[in-house]
């Protein structure tokens, strides 16, 4: 069965210093992999997802099969990025179930 | 607002008794599926729905029960309720074939 692992279950950094939250994963087959985010009072929304390869809001995030890790990266936090981020996964082709960590809360302090 | 849309957005129940929990889609997104959410959990799998079919259940009693309308609305019903079905109910809308998935604002449902 697949599980997603985050770790930290709170994590505070200054403005400007950079971030990582932790993920790990176990499943057998090629998952996809996802980072959704729930800002303050908004709903659960996509940040990004592994094949895109692509950066949002500064944030990337790079599968590595070989450690069953797909951390989240930003370089320089900002205040809005404070926000409940959740790691999921998924597998292709007839059920798009997630499967989701139980979440990292990510403060920025000023 | 043209997002997955949810009813109601809160409800409170007494254990034992039965509720429904309604959920529109995006125009256009086919596939539904439900999650609960436990205060300090991630989001866990119930069911998805496409073109009225059940696609997938995750592991949830059979208390739990969901169907699509023709218009691809959903419905996510639970019975004999129990304190621990106390949760965040999220609805999410997807396109055929896509994982990417679209929340709704979700239904809090205290069971008292």
């Known amino acids: 069965a697949q599980r997603v692992t985050q770790p930290e279950k709170l994590l505070s950094v200054f403005k400007g210093a950079p971030v990582e939250l932790k993920c790990n994963y176990s499943?057998?087959?090629?998952?996809?992999l996802f980072w959704y985010v729930q800002y303050s009072r908004q709903r659960l929304q996509l940040l990004l997802r592994h094949i895109s390869r692509e950066s949002i809001k500064g944030f990337t995030a790079d599968l590595n099969k070989g450690e069953t890790s797909f951390h989240l990266k930003k370089p320089f936090a900002q205040e809005e990025d404070s926000a409940m981020y959740y790691c999921?996964?998924?597998?292709?082709?007839?059920?798009?179930?997630?499967?989701f960590g139980t979440g990292t809360r990510l403060t920025i302090i000023p | 607002d043209t997002g997955v849309t949810q009813s109601p957005t809160h409800l409170i129940k007494t254990r034992g008794q039965q509720v429904t929990l309604r959920c529109s889609p995006i125009?256009?997104?086919?596939?539904v599926s439900w999650y609960q959410q436990v205060l300090g959990q991630g989001p866990q799998f119930i069911f998805q729905y496409y073109e009225k079919e059940e696609r997938g259940r995750g592991n949830f009693p059979d208390r739990f029960s969901a169907r699509q309308f023709p218009n691809y609305s959903s419905e996510l019903n639970v019975n004999a309720l129990l304190l621990g079905d106390s949760a965040l109910y999220l609805c999410?809308?997807?396109?055929?074939?896509?994982?990417?998935?679209?929340f709704g604002q979700g239904t809090r449902l205290t069971v008292v």
């Open positions: 499943y057998s087959g090629s998952p996809e």
């Open positions: 125009s256009g997104h086919k596939s």
């Open positions: 999410a809308s997807s396109l055929e074939g896509s994982t990417e998935a679209f």
């Open positions: 999921a996964l998924s597998y292709r082709f007839g059920n798009e179930k997630l499967t």
